[in-house]
């Protein structure tokens, strides 16, 4: 959301807060939407879905300029300060998925695609 969002106060924001705000979401070919669509059908949570971009970037285009607010996955989020947008986390429920890495056993890593997968895990670890 942007910083000048109603929302903004808060440290965490719960679901059904969301509700009277128009949303910026992507579209239903994403896993992302599909997680999404689902937790929210589980908790019997109805949101104001009012734009559905195909990219997370184009999103937060929109919520920059102020059209609506995003729900997006921590690592699809600007991760250091910026001039216009602030996240916060969303709770009750908490909507998650498992991300890996996947390695053929019997191969062994180039230096370069190990550095990769220690940039990964370390971003991975971050809150």
Same mark, same amino acid.
């Given at each position: 959301?942007? @910083?000048?969002? #109603? ?7 719960? $679901? !059904? ?14 896993? +992302?939407?599909?997680? =999404? !669509?689902? &937790?929210?059908?589980?908790? +019997?949570? @109805?949101? +104001?879905?009012?734009?559905? %971009?195909?990219?997370?970037n /184009?999103? =937060? *285009? ?5 059209? *609506? ?5 921590? =690592?699809?989020?600007?991760?250091? !300060?910026?001039?216009?947008?602030? /996240? #916060?986390?969303? %709770? +009750?429920?908490?909507?998650? #998925?498992?991300? *890996?890495? %996947?390695?053929?056993?019997?191969? %062994? =890593?180039?230096?370069? &695609?190990?550095?990769?997968?220690e940039?990964?895990?370390? &971003? $991975? @670890?971050?809150?």
């Amino acid at each position: 959301m942007r @910083k000048d969002h #109603r929302l903004a106060e808060f440290e965490t924001i719960e $679901w !059904d807060q969301l509700e009277p705000y128009p949303l910026v979401v992507v579209d239903r070919s994403s896993g +992302n939407r599909t997680l =999404l !669509d689902g &937790a929210l059908a589980r908790h +019997n949570l @109805k949101l +104001n879905w009012f734009y559905e %971009v195909t990219h997370l970037n /184009t999103s =937060l *285009g929109l919520v920059e300029a102020g059209l *609506g607010i995003s729900v997006l996955p921590r =690592l699809a989020t600007p991760q250091d !300060d910026h001039p216009f947008l602030v /996240t #916060r986390p969303i %709770v +009750n429920p908490v909507v998650s #998925r498992t991300i *890996g890495i %996947v390695q053929r056993r019997s191969s %062994v =890593l180039s230096p370069a &695609a190990e550095k990769f997968v220690e940039m990964l895990l370390k &971003a $991975w @670890k971050t809150p």
